[in-house]
């Protein structure tokens, strides 16, 4: 029986387990209630577990008793602050909170996969390290669970992840050699100018108004410094100033974010804000300070890793006519797996998910945001197929 096959058996086990997961959802780095049932599941089949990593991480060795490779799979736990709006009998029973972006349906890969591979023990060598890791969305889990030693448990060879898709069809996966998610930074800008009465101008230095020529020609940076060929963001997405109709402020300050996949394009962009905001500031007689703080570097796959999960996916072909592998796709979305393959080589696997709730497939972080379940067997699957490959 191929694992696909397998992975189906145990398919109500899988949904089961995200649905239960869907209905307690919790936010980054308060996933007490979700690591304490990954760690019941995790007990009961036979696992030794180590809690508490880098805050509610949970962390759990499978090891074949055979020689070979050691591979870590990291599946993210956290909720995000959304107020579901589905009419599912599972729906999230937390006011305000909702797994809306399927870390639910990751959490449920990961505990079926455990299952799979305590039922099939031969199908592998070497060891393999379960990391339930917490705040994926705030871009702190994984690098919490690193500076409290998720690296000393056990050498690692390489890393694998998956992310469910729901802009994509069940079937879709892609897995690109290179950068597949997207780098991260929040920017903010202030310009001091010089307040006063707003009928007045003549006598200010209006730093709202050079904000605002400063916004569009930050539109310049991707269209006209970042090669056609090269993708990038640059977003201003909040603005604050004055709270009064009469009173032009001393101070505005916008904010906003910055994607890119390489840091040659990222040091760019970081020059060219900078001497935009600060040139257009110093025109009007006003001053501007520019800050950037990474969130998150860019998801990097290994090439050696993504050719053979490509291989691994194309044989599941007998069991998946709608299968279609992906090496070109990558998003400006953001993942913070991206610190895990900074130290060892791996992979992310994006698995088409679309479900539609009300006619529509709506998308990550959504109230009515859905996935598809039968993509969680498709993850076990293309996992276990690659793990086996590769210890
Ligand atoms: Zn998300
Ligand atoms: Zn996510």
């Not at 469910?164 to 800008?189: T, Y």
Request: charged fraction near 25%; include cysteine; glycine fraction near 8%.
């Amino acid at each position: 029986m191929t694992i696909f096959l397998k992975a189906q058996e145990i398919s109500q086990y899988t949904i089961k387990t995200r649905r239960r997961l869907h209905q307690i959802p919790e936010l980054a780095f308060q996933e007490f209630e979700t690591a304490k049932f990954v760690i019941e599941q995790l007990k009961q089949m036979g696992f030794e577990v180590k809690e508490g990593v880098g805050g509610t991480g949970v962390v759990a060795l499978f090891d074949s008793g055979r020689p070979g490779k050691t591979l870590m799979l990291r599946f993210d736990m956290d909720g995000l602050p959304v107020q579901e709006d589905t009419a599912h009998t599972f729906t999230s029973l937390c006011d305000g909170r909702m797994h809306a972006c399927g870390h639910d349906g990751h959490m449920a890969v990961g505990l079926s996969l455990a299952r799979l591979l305590r039922e099939n023990p031969d199908e592998i060598n070497g060891k393999v390290l379960f990391v339930f890791q917490p705040a994926e969305e705030i871009g702190q889990g994984a690098k919490a669970m690193i500076a409290d030693g998720l690296f000393d448990f056990v050498p690692v060879d390489y890393a694998l992840a998956v992310h469910l898709w729901a802009e994509k069809p069940f079937g879709w996966v892609a897995i690109p050699d290179g950068p597949v998610m997207g780098g991260s930074s929040d920017l903010v800008i202030d310009v001091t100018g010089k307040g006063g009465h707003a009928a007045k101008p003549d006598l200010t230095i209006d730093p709202l108004y050079i904000a605002s020529q400063i916004i569009v020609a930050l539109q310049s940076v991707v269209s006209r410094s970042i090669s056609p060929s090269q993708s990038a963001v640059v977003s201003i997405t909040q603005m604050e100033a004055s709270d009064r109709r009469n009173i032009i402020a001393n101070k505005a300050r916008m904010a906003g974010t910055i994607r890119w996949f390489d840091n040659q394009t990222r040091e760019l962009i970081e020059e060219r804000i900078e001497s935009i905001a600060k040139g257009i500031a110093a025109s009007f007689g006003a001053e501007a300070e520019v800050l950037i703080r990474e969130s998150t570097i860019p998801v990097n796959n290994q090439t050696y890793i993504s050719n053979i999960c490509r291989k691994k996916l194309e044989d599941m072909r007998v069991d998946i006519e709608e299968l279609v592998v992906d090496s070109h796709y990558r998003t400006n979305l953001s993942e913070d797996f991206a610190y895990i393959v900074d130290r060892i080589p791996g992979a992310m696997l994006l698995i088409g998910a679309g479900q539609k709730v009300d006619g529509k497939i709506h998308p990550h972080h959504h109230p009515k945001f859905d996935i598809d379940e039968k993509a969680m067997t498709l993850a076990i699957a293309a996992l276990f197929e690659t793990i086996k490959a590769l210890t």
